[in-house]
Structures are given as C-alpha cells and as structure tokens.
C-alpha cells in the first residue's frame, strides 16, 4: 500500500500501479489537480487501485488508520524565495504549505516499521532534508544523483530513507544527456519501460 503526496496530475500513483502495487492513495491541496488526477485515474488500466483525496497531508495523517509500506513526494522544495504571480505554482513550489520537517514527521505516523519514504527533490537542498530526516530518525538509504546533461553538475536527486538504521546506504548516478544533447544509453536504459523513441 502507498501513498502519493501531493500527486499533481497523478503520473507517479500510476506509475506506482503498473509495476504491481495494489492500491495507492494519492493526495493534493489544489483541487484542479486532483481533477486532473481523478480523470487520468479512471482512463487507466489501473483505476481500481488508484484513490485520489484533496487534502492536506496534515488533515489525512489526522484521520488516517492505515499504515503505509512506500510514501512517495516530490515536495515543495523553495524556502524564503521569491514568490509567483500564480498561486498554484507557489504551493507547489514554495514550503509554506508544506514543510519539509511536517512532511518527514506526518510520514514516519504514517509509515510501517519497515516502510519507505521516496522523495524527490533539488540537490541543492538535499542537504537540509537529510538533515531533517536523520532529526527524526529516517535513514538514508539509497540516493540517485541526477545529471540533466554529461559534464554539467547535478540538479536534481531521488532519495529513500528507511526507520531502519542497520540497512546499508546505495550510491547511483544517472546521467540524462550527452554533451551533444542525445539521451544517454544508459537513461534510456533507465527508463526503457515508459521511453517512446
């Protein structure tokens, strides 16, 4: 059982199902977001395990019962930046309508001793989060540094953590573009199950 915080248009919830989770709750505060989940939910191949609910983390972790095995965010991720004109684009990218620090303690009521919280974010604040997480006694457990193109430095990294403190902690690197702009092989490799030539 998963669950998708702050699920957008719902890509990663499906994504989540077509490689065999059973049901997967995906929440938003932004109600045409959820819309847009919603419909892509009931076209897919997958919509009986789908469920998406517009609320905030902080309302469903306050009435929520079940436990989860993967919590999966790609979060809001800019702090004391300057805002937009568009409300939507601040919420989804700017903390104050979610913290880091509420979304790692919501996530750890919200997890099974064994569970998973994904998260992707910018490197450049990678730091502070893995501060955060160890704070609340998540784990790093595997991080994939991301590089948009080959000699570039990276800019974006996929982080696991686990409330396991024995568990070993995995490097990977992936490089998105070569020097001439051509996917890598090896992101192609990636990603070989979703990328259309």
């Known amino acids: 059982m998963a669950l998708d915080i702050g699920t957008g248009s719902g890509v990663i919830a499906m994504l989540l199902?077509?490689?065999?989770?059973?049901?997967?709750?995906?929440?938003?505060?932004?109600?045409?977001?959820?819309?847009?989940?919603?419909?892509n939910f009931i076209?897919?191949?997958f919509s009986k395990q789908l469920h998406a609910h517009h609320q905030s983390l902080e309302a469903f972790g306050k009435h929520?019962?079940?436990?989860f095995d993967l919590i999966v965010s790609n979060p809001p991720f800019f702090d004391h930046h300057f805002l937009a004109t568009d409300e939507r684009i601040n919420n989804a990218r700017h903390t104050r309508t979610l913290t880091h620090s509420d979304l790692i303690q919501i996530s750890k009521t919200l997890l099974m001793d064994e569970g998973r919280l994904?998260?992707?974010?910018?490197?450049?604040?990678?730091?502070?989060?893995?501060?955060?997480a160890q704070k609340n006694e998540f784990f790093l457990r595997r991080q994939l540094l991301v590089f948009p193109k080959r000699g570039l430095p990276p800019n974006r990294i996929n982080m696991e953590f686990s409330l396991d403190p024995s568990l070993p902690c995995h490097h990977e690197l992936l490089t998105i573009r070569e020097e001439?702009?051509?996917y890598s092989s090896q992101f192609k490799e990636f990603v070989s199950g979703f990328y259309l030539e």
């Open 64 to 67: 929520q019962s079940k436990k």
């Open 43 to 45: 076209k897919s191949p």
């Open 17 to 39: 199902a077509s490689r065999g989770v059973p049901e997967i709750d995906a929440i938003d505060i932004d109600r045409l977001s959820i819309s847009e989940s919603n419909e």
């Open 180 to 182: 001439d702009e051509t």
């Open 118 to 132: 994904c998260v992707v974010l910018p490197y450049s604040v990678s730091v502070n989060f893995k501060l955060e």
